[in-house]
């Protein structure tokens, strides 16, 4: 290798053994959290994206793919948001094994492009220095120049990429500037010296270090990324595959031992020489200009951080939320309605009267049909809940959240998960990787469930529309938007109070300070929106067209058969006869007694049944219990009015305003499905301890759902409401 008169370190000669324009590229696009690296990968890739995770690890994995200017096809894997690549966490571990190569099925990327704030340049340059040192060519994607400028800084690029001895795009993502100048120096790097380590390791930091490079380098690390493993190790232990290397653990401790011994604190020393480079870096190539003041952030977090108004404010706006879910909806829902029933309808008039009639629109269109419908709402729910983490305010409500939460011994950082919980239990449970403390993360896991998650909603909206009635409150909500707000409110509070109950008993320990990033309120970038939007209702739609198409099969079998003899009853009692007569009924009379203290009769038993693989099976199991695959209007729901209806053997209403409410309340409390059941286990340390936690985790969240459905029906019935 060579030196630079400014001591800059490079390679001797351009690399020559990867691919070239004519070629496919993979690049990884990596970078601290808040710099705008998904916006940048969504406006790269386009809709061109799939999700899934990576091989034995709950990890998300993203991909997408463009093609360039000169027809080369990159793909671009999206890593997990990290400040850096210390692997204390399973985000950062799976970075640094991607980067490493050491990821299963996982290809070494061509190319690393670097995604750093040029607002927060120091923050951002300690993984960047990190990231240059692994023998990858490297591209600095400096993002959001314009807040930058806005901020007072100006950043000399063309200095800032001969000293770091990488290539430097300005770029605003979130306008599409810079793309075309990224993406051709995307397909110019592989052909470029490789960066190096900036700075020199003191004599006695090499000398230690140098048996654990070598160790690394018998393992098949990449002889160009030993030294930064080597350098990282000093202060943190190894992880992942790296810590199965036989004598590695010990070659660091002696390590440690030696740079101790010869006065220098061992687990300090890559932060020191890293952060004494990037002030060096900063004093160069940053420039500071205006007299500074408030910026337009900070008067807005005067308001909506304020000790008083901020929580109000925070309210108001998750009402406001909720409304929306069911009155924006409720037109789209109606169209979705129709359609199905259209379909249900083709179906019935292309076929001849028979099972397989039956099995097509009373068991899969009725039941997928149900489910389907609540589409908009999910949708909505979902965009708004985008729209609050791209404009910056979902880390304002956690900040919010940071005094309700210490009264339970965790903080702030806790609600972030929860929050998440509100759109799914896993990735939920997966955020709770932020939280450094074990017992804040296991109180947070086992909590997050509580939060009231999209595949409940078809629950709430079908019992709410059904027997709550629209009244208008306060001019502005009505009665049905607010039920649905005090279901999200009742797991909530519950949450915390759950959380409080553990954090004082099993999971007894100290509370901790809440440190978090503040990001600087922006308007969201709409093909992000779009782009987030679009895959997460997606997956609700695979499950409807995977797990909940599977389970309506099966259950209008179970329903069907065997077969009754009903040829000398009216149609309803026919319906009536046979259902109670099939392996269904006979399951939902066999379950009866536990549930009738609820209020809930056996066809509501063999809908709970049946939603512990979902909980929005419950209503795709109703639909093929009634039947009702084609009788919705514009105006009405059919399975809906055969809810209104139902009757007992007595005559009285099988359905009533109370146990609907009973009903809810069970499922804003139960443990009803089974990847979230799968998610805890693996997340909670795997094997017999993680099975004994969700196993754990599901019988005290149904007694608890139990206990506050027999408590909703039985006071209500003391209060003389109708049960």
Same mark, same amino acid.
């Given at each position: ?109 061509? &190319? ?27 591209? @600095? ?136 480079? @990037? ?28 000790? &008083? ?21 409720? $037109? ?131 019992? @709410? ?127 009866? $007694?536990?549930?009738? $203290? ?58 009533? $305003? ?21 998610? &805890? ?43």
């Amino acid at each position: 290798m060579t030196q630079s008169e400014s001591g800059r370190t490079l390679s001797e000669a351009p690399r020559t053994d990867l691919p070239t324009a004519a070629r496919s590229l993979r690049i990884a696009l990596i970078g601290n959290p808040n710099t705008g690296k998904s916006t940048l990968f969504n406006a790269l890739t386009g809709m061109r994206q799939r999700v899934g995770n990576y091989a034995g690890v709950t990890v998300e994995r993203i991909e997408g793919r463009y093609r360039s200017e000169s027809g080369t096809e990159v793909s671009v894997l999206d890593l997990p948001g990290a400040y850096s690549l210390s692997a204390t966490s399973p985000d950062e571990e799976i970075a640094l094994e991607v980067l490493l190569g050491l990821a299963p099925s996982v290809p070494v990327p061509d &190319v690393v492009v670097l995604v750093v704030d040029a607002s927060n340049l120091e923050r951002n340059l300690f993984m960047a220095s990190q990231v240059m040192e692994l023998g990858l060519p490297v591209v @600095i994607a400096l993002n959001q120049v314009d807040a930058a400028e806005v901020s007072g800084l100006r950043i000399d690029a063309v200095e800032l990429a001969l000293t770091l001895g990488a290539q430097v795009v300005a770029t605003v993502a979130t306008r599409g500037t810079g793309l075309d100048v990224l993406r051709r120096a995307v397909e110019r790097a592989p052909e470029l010296p490789l960066p190096k380590r900036q700075f020199a390791l003191p004599e006695l930091v090499e000398k230690a270090l140098a048996p654990v490079e070598q160790l690394l380098l018998q393992s098949g690390i990449s002889p160009a990324a030993t030294g930064m493993e080597a350098l990282r190790m000093l202060s943190v232990n190894p992880s992942g595959h790296l810590s199965g290397i036989e004598g590695l653990s010990e070659a660091v401790t002696r390590a440690r031992e030696e740079v101790q011994a010869g006065g220098m604190h061992a687990r300090a020393v890559e932060a020191e020489l890293r952060y004494g480079w @990037i002030s060096e870096v900063i004093n160069s190539t940053v420039h500071r200009f205006g007299a500074g003041g408030r910026t337009l952030t900070d008067r807005i977090d005067a308001v909506v951080l304020h000790r &008083v108004f901020g929580p109000l404010i925070f309210v108001v706006l998750m009402a406001l939320v909720f409304q929306s879910v069911f009155t924006w909806a409720e $037109p789209l829902m109606r169209v979705v309605e129709r359609l199905v029933g259209v379909l249900a309808d083709l179906a019935a008039g292309a076929l001849p009267e028979g099972q397989l009639q039956s099995l097509l629109v009373d068991g899969v269109i009725a039941g997928v049909g149900s489910v389907i419908v609540f589409v908009p709402q999910i949708v909505i729910l979902f965009t708004f809940i985008g729209i609050l983490e791209a404009t910056g305010y979902m880390a304002r409500a956690a900040f919010i959240m940071d005094r309700f939460m210490r009264g339970v011994g965790l903080h702030g950082r806790s609600f972030i998960p929860m929050l998440s919980g509100y759109a799914c239990a896993v990735p939920g449970i997966m955020a709770t990787r932020t939280i450094d403390n074990p017992k804040d993360r296991l109180a947070t896991i086992m909590v997050v469930p509580l939060m009231s998650c999209s595949a409940r909603i078809p629950v709430y909206t079908l019992l @709410i529309g059904s027997f709550i009635p629209a009244t208008a409150v306060a001019g502005i909500f009505n009665l049905q938007g607010l039920t649905l707000l005090a279901m999200y409110f009742l797991g909530t509070a519950a949450a915390l109070v759950i959380a409080g109950i553990f954090k004082k008993t099993l999971l007894r320990g100290p509370s901790h300070p809440m440190i978090m990033e503040l990001p600087p309120y922006r308007l969201p970038d709409l093909q992000s929106l779009f782009l987030v939007v679009t895959q997460r209702a997606g997956l609700f739609l695979r499950r409807a067209g995977t797990v909940i198409f599977a389970l309506t099969i099966v259950l209008w079998a179970l329903a069907t058969y065997p077969r009754v003899e009903t040829s000398d009853l009216s149609p309803e009692l026919a319906q009536e006869a046979q259902l109670a007569g099939s392996y269904l009924g006979r399951a939902g009379h066999l379950v009866e $007694p536990v549930v009738a $203290p609820l209020g809930f009769d056996w066809k509501i038993g063999v809908s709970i049944i049946s939603s512990f693989a979902a909980r929005e099976v419950f209503v795709a199991t109703m639909g093929t219990i009634y039947g009702v695959g084609s009788g919705a209007d514009e105006t009405s729901s059919a399975l809906r009015d055969r809810l209104i209806n139902e009757t007992r053997l007595d005559g009285t209403p099988a359905y009533t $305003p109370l146990i609907a409410i009973a009903l809810m309340v069970f499922y804003v409390f139960a443990m009803m499905c089974v990847s979230t059941n799968a998610i &805890v286990a693996r997340e909670t340390g795997g094997g017999w301890t993680g099975a004994r936690w969700a196993i754990f985790q599901f019988v005290w969240m149904f007694i608890l759902a139990y206990s506050a459905a027999l408590l909703v029906y039985r006071t209500g019935l003391l209060l003389g409401f109708a049960g």
